[in-house]
C-alpha cells in the first residue's frame, strides 16, 4: 500500500469528517443546553441545502452568498419553529412534548420538501467542485479546500462567541443552570430561542456544504443524520470539542475501512465504536460534567 | 287528466332514474381496477414520481373509448423501495382497493417481499423495473416481468464489454442489496468465464453519500479497463463524479469505461456532466425509436408533460398497455388476466417486445439497447444488439 493512496484517504477522511461536525455540531448545541435530542435537524439540512440550490440556480448567486443564505434560512426556520411549536409545548412543563414535536416536524417538512420540490435527485454542481488539484499523486477539488475551511471558521467562531462574549456566557450558565441563571437576571427562554436559532443556522449551512456532495431529494438529511447522532455520542454528549475531534475520527474511519476492509463495513465499524464508547468510556472522547460541555 | 299525466312523468322520470342507476351499475362493472405499487417516497421516489406519469398518459389515451367496454381504474400505494413498508402497501392494496391486477414494484427487495402477498390473494402483479432473477426464477404463477432479469443483461454487458471493448479487466460496484448483488454477480461469473478478471469487488450502502473514497481505492488498484456500477440515480451520479475526479474514468482523462444497465434514467449525462462522458450503458426505451407505437408515446407524453420521457416512464406505459391488450383478449378478471398474460406471445409495446415463457419471464431481447454518452452528453447508439 503506498503512501499516496494514505494520504489520500486521509484528505477524504477530514473533507467527509468536516461535513459531519458541522452537521453534529448543531445537534450537540440543543443537547448542550436543552437536553433535547432535535429529529427534525436532518431536515433543517435538507432546507438549506435546497435554499442554497435554487439561490445559486435561479438568481445566479455565488456558492458563497448561497452558503450565507442558507445559513439565513436555517436561522429563521428555527426561530418560527421555536416560537410557534416547541417554545408553548415547553411552557407546559412536559420535556417530553417538545422531543416529540421535533419527530413530527421533521415528517411534516419532510412530506412538504417532496411535495414542493419532488423525488426526482437534484444535481448540486458548484464551480469549485469541477476544480481538480493534483499534488504529489493525491487529488482534492477546490470545493474540498472550502468545506474544510468554512467548517474550521465555524468552529472557531461558535468557540470564540461561546467563551468570550456576554451572550456565550449566560448560554452556558444556563446549560448549567437554568432556574439560577433567571435569578442572575438571565431570560433563559430568550437564550433557548438563541441556541435553537444557532443550531438552525448551522444545520442550514451544513446544508449548504453538503448538497454538493449529498444526493440531493427531500430526504438528503436523513443519510447522515444517524451519523451525526452517533457523532455526538462519541464525542460525548453536548460536548463541542468531542463533537469536533469524533465527527473528524469517523470521517477518517470511514476513508480507511473502505480503503481496507469494505465499504460495506463502515456502519458496523463506526456502531461498534459507538457500543464500546457507550460501554467503556459513557461520557465521550472528552469527558467533561454536561453542564460544562456546552 | 292533469293528474293521471303528471302520475306518467313521475314513472317516467323513475324509470329514466332506474335505468341510469342500472346503466351506471354496469359501467360499474366493466371496470378493470389496477393497484399501482411504487416507491413514492424514499430514495426511489424518483421512479414512482415518473411511474405515474406513464401510467396518467396510458389511461388518459385508454379510458376515451375503452377496451371491450372496460374502462381502466387505478389506485396508487406507497412501497416505498423496501421490504416492510412494500408489505404493508400491498396487504392495504388487496384489502381495500381488491385490484383485478396490481402493477409494481421498481426494486427487487421490495418486489420479492410482496410476491407471495399477490400470489396468495390470487392477483396478477406486472413487474417492470426489478431485475433480480428470483422474481422468476422459481417465480410465481401471479408475478410477471416484462423488462430481461439480471442473468439476460447481466451476461450480455459481460459478453460485449470482453467482445467489443476489449475490456480484460474490471472494478464491480453494486449498492448491498438483492438487486446490486446478483447484477454483480452475473458480470462476474460471465467475465470470469470469458478471461477476464475482477480486480475489486466493492459493494455499499445505501446510505454512503461520499464516494471519493471508493475513487481512490479504484484509483490504486491499476488498469481498470471496465467498472459495471448498479445504483439507483442519486449515488450513481456522485460515483461517476469521484470517478472522475480521481481520474479513472474517461470523463476524467482516465481509460476505464464505466457500464451501467437501466438502473438510470434519461437524463442522467446531463446531471452528471463532462465525468459521465464515453459511460456505455444498457437503456430499455430509446426515444429515437422510428416505430409509429414510439413516435406518438414520445409525441403524447411531451404534450402532456413538456418533457422527454424516460424509460421509467415508458415501462410504466407499456405495463398499462398490456393490461389492456389482455383485457382486449378476452380477460375481465384477476384469474382471467392472469392467464391471458401467460398466453401473451408478441406483445409490442414502446421499450420492447413480450412474451412471457413458463416462468412469467419476458423472453425477448430487443428491449435492450447500448447507449454511450458523448462528449456533448448526448447518446450514441452502439447497435450492439
Redesign the interface.
Known sequence: ??AT?VA??AI??I??GS?YVLVALGLTLIYGVLVQINFAHADFVTLGAFAAYFLMHLTGASYLASIGAALGVGALLGWAINLTIFAPLRHKGSELLPLIATIGVSTMM??AM?AWF????Y?F?TPY??Q?Y?VAGT?F?LQSVIIIAVSGATIAALYAFMKFTFLGKALRAVAQDRETAALMGINPNHLIMLTIVISSALAGMAGAM?AP?????P?AGT??I?KAFAIVIIGGFGNVEGTILAGLLVGLI??FT??FL???L??IVVFGLLLAMLAFRPTGLVSERREENV | MRRQVGVWLLIGTMGLMASAAVSDAVAQEKTIKIGALFPLSGPGAYFGAQDKQGIELALEELNKVGVNGYKFTIQYEDSACSPLPASQAAKRLLDQYKPDVIIGEECSDATLAIMPIIAQAKTPMINAGSSSIKITDPGNPYTFRIMPDEVMQGVDIATQAYNKLNARTAVLLYENTNAGIGNAKVFKDTFEKLGGKIVADIGFGRDVNDFTSIATRIAGVGKVDVIPTYTLEGQGLKITQALAQAGVVKGGDGAAIQLGTIWLPFGFEQKAGKAALGYVRIVQFDPTDQRDAVKNFVAGFKAKFNAEPTHINAHAYDQIMLIADVVKRGAKDAQSIRDTLAATKDFKGVTGSVEFDKNNQNIKMDTIHYMETRPDLSWNALKWN
Request: net charge negative; charged share 10%.
Open positions: 500500500m503506498s493512496i489520500q484517504q477524504n477522511g473533507v467527509l461535513l419532510q412530506n417532496l419532488g423525488p426526482v435527485p444535481a454542481e467542485s469541477q481538480v493534483r487529488f477539488t453538503l456532495v449529498l444526493v440531493l431529494t430526504f443519510s447522515v444517524v470511514e476513508s473502505t480503503q469494505d465499504p460495506g463502515i456502519d
